[in-house]
């Protein structure tokens, strides 16, 4: 089990593939803050508006220095038609052998309709410009979420 993650403390380094199979590094983006998004899965209701919801905010997420990245275990393909379909302005990580969203402990066992199963649980992670973390968001609500990220961005 990863270590608990806390605010003030290094984020998890990590390399993943983008939706091009590009490798994009946390370390990619020192000196800026990285909004690191980790949400279940592709072209689905909740994670839609969530990816949507980051879209539609990125002007005001740019202008205080800070990158959108969002992750989940779909691949390149699945990542790609998603961007498409939605015009996403940010690049879509790959984690298919799960190694990030485990060291960030974002994958858990999850229940729906009285299945368990595992999965992955929508949190948002802002880490600073000297990589460490600035903001922890677990079991994210959708709705307002973008305006709790961008009160950090700003503080």
């Known amino acids: 089990m990863a270590t608990e993650l806390e605010v003030g403390k290094k984020a998890p380094a990590f390399s993943l593939p983008d939706q091009s199979g590009e490798s994009v590094s946390l370390k990619d983006f020192a000196g800026k803050q990285v909004v690191l998004y980790f949400y279940p899965k592709d072209d689905t209701p909740g994670c839609t508006k969530e990816s949507c919801d980051f879209r539609d905010h990125i002007t ?14 779909d691949g390149q393909a699945s990542h790609q038609k998603f961007i498409k379909k939605f015009t996403l302005p940010f690049p879509l990580l790959s984690d298919e052998e799960k190694v990030v969203v485990t060291a960030y402990g974002v994958y858990k066992e999850k229940s729906m309709y009285g299945k368990k199963y595992m999965g992955i649980e929508r949190s948002t992670f802002v880490i600073d410009p000297a990589g460490k973390l600035k903001a922890i968001f677990r079991k994210v609500k959708v709705d307002g979420h973008v305006d709790e990220v961008l009160a950090v961005l700003k503080a």
């Open 60 to 73: 005001p997420i740019k202008k205080a220095g800070a990158v959108v990245l969002g992750v989940s275990c």
